[in-house]
């Protein structure tokens, strides 16, 4: 650089600059840093994971017709409705993967984790099963066992007896009005689709 009087340029004090852009960037970084943890919020504790508590209804809308129109809410329309979500699903494959999905789950509050089992715990649900199991066990009498099975099978024939006898009856009737008509009289026959022949 030149220090001649007739030199028009303008200078520039380099180190001056360099100090002003190193200030600019450190407090870009620091404005990201307070956006960040502002956009982040405190840390959200999360529940672990645990098992559903209620059926999850997949048959209800199984073989049934619905008209979907413009005004058709969204919980109404074809498919698995996701109230927690607010989304429709098509199919009940995927209605079940998104329940036990990422998104669902942390919409009910829920993180993925699940709660390590300890060997208390493990016992406890082993002698609460035994109890259910043992609940259901019904201590049936051998007489009384064979007794009901007597009985169902007697009501068995005689709902068969009944049928048999309904069925004779109308066979009966049948062939009470059973009248040739002149139409099958000139045609040479007496009946349509039938084996037995008139009297």
């Given at each position: 650089?030149s220090?001649?009087?007739?030199?028009?340029?303008?200078?520039?004090?380099?180190?001056?600059?360099?100090?002003?852009?190193?200030?600019?960037?450190?407090?870009?970084?620091?404005?990201?840093?307070?956006a960040?943890?502002?956009?982040?919020?405190?840390?959200?504790?999360?529940?672990?994971?645990k098992?559903?508590e209620?059926?999850?209804?997949?048959?209800?809308?199984?073989?049934k017709?619905?008209?979907?129109?413009?005004?058709?809410?969204?919980s109404?329309?074809g498919?698995?409705?996701?109230?927690?979500?607010?989304?429709?699903?098509?199919?009940?494959?995927?209605?079940?993967?998104?329940?036990?999905?990422?998104?669902?789950?942390?919409?009910?509050?829920?993180?993925?984790?699940?709660?390590?089992?300890?060997?208390?715990?493990?016992?406890?649900?082993?002698?609460?099963?035994?109890?259910?199991?043992?609940?259901?066990?019904k201590?049936?009498?051998?007489?009384?066992r064979?007794?009901?099975?007597?009985?169902?099978?007697?009501?068995?024939?005689?709902?068969?007896?009944?049928?048999?006898?309904?069925?004779?009856?109308?066979?009966?009737?049948?062939?009470?009005?059973?009248?040739?008509?002149?139409?099958?009289?000139?045609?040479?026959?007496?009946?349509?689709?039938?084996?037995?022949?008139?009297?």
């Amino acid at each position: 650089m030149s220090m001649r009087p007739d030199d028009h340029r303008r200078k520039w004090d380099r180190e001056e600059y360099e100090k002003l852009a190193e200030e600019r960037k450190k407090s870009e970084k620091d404005q990201r840093d307070e956006a960040e943890k502002a956009k982040k919020g405190p840390p959200v504790k999360r529940e672990l994971l645990k098992t559903r508590e209620y059926k999850v209804d997949l048959d209800s809308k199984l073989g049934k017709s619905i008209v979907i129109n413009k005004s058709t809410p969204t919980s109404q329309s074809g498919g698995y409705y996701c109230n927690v979500c607010d989304c429709v699903v098509k199919d009940s494959i995927n209605f079940l993967d998104h329940i036990n999905g990422k998104k669902h789950q942390r919409n009910l509050g829920m993180s993925m984790k699940i709660e390590r089992s300890s060997l208390d715990a493990v016992k406890k649900r082993f002698d609460m099963n035994k109890k259910k199991m043992e609940e259901k066990k019904k201590d049936y009498d051998l007489q009384a066992r064979l007794s009901e099975i007597a009985e169902e099978e007697e009501k068995l024939k005689e709902y068969r007896r009944e049928k048999r006898k309904e069925k004779r009856k109308i066979e009966e009737v049948q062939e009470d009005t059973d009248v040739p008509n002149e139409l099958a009289n000139i045609m040479g026959f007496s009946g349509f689709g039938t084996t037995k022949k008139s009297k």
